[in-house]
């Protein structure tokens, strides 16, 4: 299958999954990195660099920094072949090995730069509200209701989630910790409530929930999940490897259902675990071993597999406090925010992608 040389691994995807995975097998093969970003954002970061925007300085790493024997292509993956990866500004990447991190979808700018106006911008409407509404209960809206109320204890804060309880991913006792906690910083709180994202302005000042409560608030932030970044993938050979909810169907081994050169990891993967960056991380890894592996001639049936992990969350809330979902323990306060939310992982994560500070 390989040309004369090293083989030729295409990453599609340089999220917290696929940017691991790129970088722990540069050297080892010739390596492709696509993704329309220039750079890796750590998601758990977002939230606290909305209020402090210089915070993205660190958490927003040029693909160009980690990856130093790779070759970048800022692009998205439009379509896939037996032997390459098309891309929508019509490059064609020959592949012997894929591996697809593709997670959920962009919103987020193609450049660095842009990304870093983009906070500026979030904090300056932060600043200049009295009142802010944020829809979604998922982790984005609690992170972010937990940041404004700690940096911004005088504004007032509304959050409307559809759902009957808030952070739904995980167990039911750290959802009520959870809402215990905001509502003790006097954040309002309507559940199983929506607000009509159709309708939305950024002039608009009042808000009618599905409800019919109407709330009052200076601006809103929209906070709602994004969705896989999967729907490109039915028009490829890998669409009959899609399960119904457009996740790729994997083997032990993280080999894509029906495949031996191609490989998913991070949260397009059905894997029946919750979805979290340590776990993507962690499949990233194994999934380079089993590269090497294949490379040195190893047979598919020697790769190493994958064990499912443990239903673990930190969530922040604001600087110094979180909530950490344990297997057997939930935990809220000081400690849990002691190992997430003063630093949000920041050095770790580029620490683990070969970054000194
Ligand atoms: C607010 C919040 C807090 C979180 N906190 C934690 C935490 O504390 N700890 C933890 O472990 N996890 C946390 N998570 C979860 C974690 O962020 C995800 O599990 C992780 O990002 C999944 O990684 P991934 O690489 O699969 O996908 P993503 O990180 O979503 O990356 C996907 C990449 O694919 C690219 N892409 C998409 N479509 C295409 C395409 N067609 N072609 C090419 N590239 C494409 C994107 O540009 C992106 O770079 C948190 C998530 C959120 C939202």
């Known amino acids: 299958m390989e040309a004369a040389g090293k ?55 040029y693909h160009k ?3 130093t024997d790779a070759t970048i292509v800022t692009s998205s993956a439009v379509n896939i072949t037996e032997s390459a990866v ?18 959920h979808a962009v919103t987020s700018p193609g450049s660095r730069a842009e990304r870093l106006k983009e906070f500026q911008r979030d904090k300056g409407k932060i600043e ?22 700690v940096d911004y204890p005088e504004t007032k804060v509304t959050l409307v ?40 302005s950024d002039s608009e000042k009042s808000y009618k929930t599905s409800g019919g409560e109407t709330v009052m608030a200076d601006s809103h932030f929209v906070c709602i999940g994004k969705p896989l970044s999967s729907s490109w993938l039915h028009g490829t050979i890998l669409k009959e490897s899609l399960d119904n909810k457009g996740r790729l169907m994997v083997e032990k081994d993280l080999r894509v259902k029906g495949y031996n050169n191609i490989f998913a990891i991070g949260d397009i ?6 979805k979290q960056g340590y776990l993507a991380q962690k499949h990233a890894l194994l999934v380079a071993k089993n590269l090497k592996l294949l490379i040195k001639g190893s047979p598919v049936s020697k790769l190493a597999t994958y064990s499912t992990g443990y239903p673990v969350a930190l969530i922040s809330l604001g600087r110094n406090e979180g909530i950490a979902q344990l297997p057997f323990l939930t935990l809220s306060g ?9 630093g949000l992982f920041v050095g770790k994560t580029r620490k683990e992608m070969g970054l000194n500070s």
């Open 7 to 61: 083989p030729r691994v295409v990453v599609v995807g340089g999220g917290v999954a696929g940017s691991l995975l790129a970088k722990t097998m540069q050297g080892h093969a010739d390596v492709v990195l696509l993704d329309p970003k220039d750079y890796l954002e750590i998601p758990w970061a977002e939230l606290r660099s909305m209020v402090e925007p210089s915070f993205a300085e660190r958490s927003l790493i």
């Open 65 to 67: 920094d980690y990856l």
């Open 86 to 103: 098309l891309t929508a500004d019509g490059q064609s990447l020959a592949y012997d090995y894929l591996v697809v991190a593709t997670g």
């Open 128 to 149: 200049s509200s009295e009142s802010v509404l944020i829809i979604g209960g998922g982790p984005t809206g609690v992170e972010l209701a937990g940041e404004i109320v």
């Open 161 to 200: 989630h559809r759902g009957p309880r808030l952070l739904e991913f995980v167990g039911d006792k750290a959802s009520k910790k959870c809402l215990d906690w905001l509502t003790s910083k006097k954040v309002d709180v309507l559940l199983q409530q929506s607000v009509d994202l159709g309708s939305l």
């Open 269 to 274: 993967t059905d894997i029946p675990e919750i």
């Open 334 to 342: 000081c400690l849990p925010g002691r190992i997430k939310s003063r």
